[in-house]
């Protein structure tokens, strides 16, 4: 049984780490290579929804509400990636005792420190910044993300009662 929970609590650091490395490497993309991402994801989805509701939008319409969508769309990605990362954080916590009775305010605390520091490394990508918003973004994902959690956790030991 200990060596299970031992397991556990490095798949859980490492789960914790590559989560950090793929937000790392999204944030390591130049601005350009980061706007052709999302401009294509937001023109693919612009597509969808010309065609789920035949509305038959030409390429100026297309690109009109691509580039509509795009910010929200990116910042949903960055709120999302957070949550995240606060769960996995949340899982981590939840193995030390000393971590145990705060894990939803430490991990939600360890999401904004990352959040810090990944602002920071932008501030040395070409065409990219540091903004304080984007900080506060990435912690309001983490904050929606531990909220949903402890909702699914209190129904969930409300259901075994």
């Not at 910010?71 to 030390?96: D, S």
């Not at 520091?117 to 070409?126: A, G, K, N, P, R």
């Not at 304080?132 to 969930?156: C, E, H, M, N």
Request: proline content about 1%; aromatic content about 14%; glycine content about 8%.
């Amino acid at each position: 049984m200990e060596d299970s929970k031992h397991k556990r609590k490095y798949i859980w650091l490492m789960a914790a780490v590559l989560w950090m490395v793929l937000i790392f490497h999204f944030s390591n993309q130049k601005a350009s290579e980061s706007s052709e991402i999302s401009g294509s994801l937001t023109y693919r989805m612009a597509e969808g929804v010309s065609r789920m509701f035949h509305f038959d939008w030409n390429e100026e319409t297309l690109l009109k509400y691509a580039g509509a969508v795009e910010h929200p769309v990116r910042k949903a990605a960055h709120m999302t990636e957070y949550a995240v990362l606060a769960w996995i954080l949340f899982g981590n916590c939840i193995h030390y005792p000393l971590l145990q009775k705060k894990s939803y305010l430490w991990a939600g605390i360890g999401a904004v420190l990352y959040a810090a520091t990944d602002e920071f490394h932008q501030l040395f990508i070409e065409g990219r910044s540091g903004e304080v918003g984007d900080v506060l973004i990435d912690g309001t994902g983490a904050a929606l993300g531990l909220l949903f959690l402890w909702i699914a956790v209190s129904i969930k030991n409300k259901r075994k009662r």
